[in-house]
Structures are given as structure tokens and as C-alpha cells.
């Protein structure tokens, strides 16, 4: 990277780190890489993003594009979905780079959190369609980094089951 890109942290053995925490560490893509986790296909539309963060899509289209630029986020399109106007058609998500930085700055170790914070969002009929509707495949790299063995629910009290 050159100078003009990220000015004075340049000089020095830890500038890719402080600039990858200050990427990370924003509110809005915090909450973006967070929902992102959570979500069951690892994909979100734009609207599932607005509802879950309780941001603007202004402010969030605006920190996609940083993320996308840093090479953690792409856009994915569901090119069978266009044009269709109760289906969304593009996604968002994770990049190999993506979570291998998700992996290095143990945000991984969260995927199970993520996942009950998001199942247990109450959503709107619009935001259930939108989460219903198909999405294009993720790069397998990147379903196995978010994979995670799912809690057995049947199980209770230190392993016995009811």
C-alpha cells in the first residue's frame, strides 16, 4: 500500500493490524460482519441488513462498499430472482480474505451467538420473505470457515436427555 492510502500508519511493522482493527471496529460494519454471521446462509439482502442493524440503507450501503473495497464483503446475484419484486436478487457476504480476517481476529469463535441473537429476532413478513428467498452459493472456503456444530436442544441437564 502506498502512503496516499492510508497516510502516517504506513511507517511501521503493525499498520496492517491497526488498519484492519480500525476497519472492524466501526458500528455500522461491526453490526454489518455481525448480522452476516448470524444469518443461516451467510448472505443478506439489503433490506435484512436495514432491519436487523436498525440502520439506514444509506449508512449501510456506504460501509458495504468500504468492506467490499477491503476485500472482506462481495456482492453475490441470484440472477433468477431479478426483476422479480418480492424477491431480492443481491446478497452480501463473507470473502475468503473475508474470513480469514474474521478467523485472525477471533470473530469465528462468535458464529454460535450471532446465530441464536439472529433466530431469536422477531422479523417482519417482508424480512422472512427476504430471508426465505434463494440466494446464490457462497465459495465453499468460505461455508466451511463459518460451519459450527449446532447445539442439540434435546439435551439438558450436563448431557441427559428429556
Excluded at 480476517?101 to 420473505?129: S, W
Aim: glycine share 8%.
Amino acid at each position: 500500500m502506498s502512503e496516499t492510502d492510508t497516510g502516517a500508519a504506513d511507517a511501521g511493522p503493525f499498520a496492517e493490524q491497526q488498519r484492519l482493527f480500525k476497519l472492524l471496529s466501526q458500528d455500522t460494519r461491526h453490526l454489518i460482519i455481525q448480522e452476516l454471521l448470524g444469518h443461516p446462509a451467510h448472505l443478506m439482502s439489503l433490506a435484512e441488513l436495514e432491519y436487523m442493524t436498525g440502520k439506514s440503507q444509506a449508512a449501510i450501503k456506504d460501509q458495504l462498499e468500504t468492506l467490499i473495497d477491503a476485500g472482506l464483503l462481495a456482492r453475490y446475484t441470484y440472477e433468477p430472482s431479478e426483476g422479480k419484486r418480492d424477491l431480492p436478487s443481491q446478497f452480501y457476504g463473507f470473502t475468503e480474505r473475508g474470513v480469514e480476517i474474521l478467523h485472525d481476529y477471533k470473530y469465528l469463535r462468535g458464529l454460535p451467538v450471532a446465530r441464536a441473537l439472529y433466530e431469536n429476532t422477531r422479523k417482519t413478513e417482508k424480512i422472512e420473505r427476504h430471508e426465505s428467498a434463494p440466494r446464490p452459493e457462497i465459495p465453499d472456503a468460505v461455508a466451511q470457515a463459518l460451519e459450527f456444530d449446532e447445539p442439540d436442544l434435546g439435551t439438558v441437564d450436563g448431557g441427559t436427555t428429556r
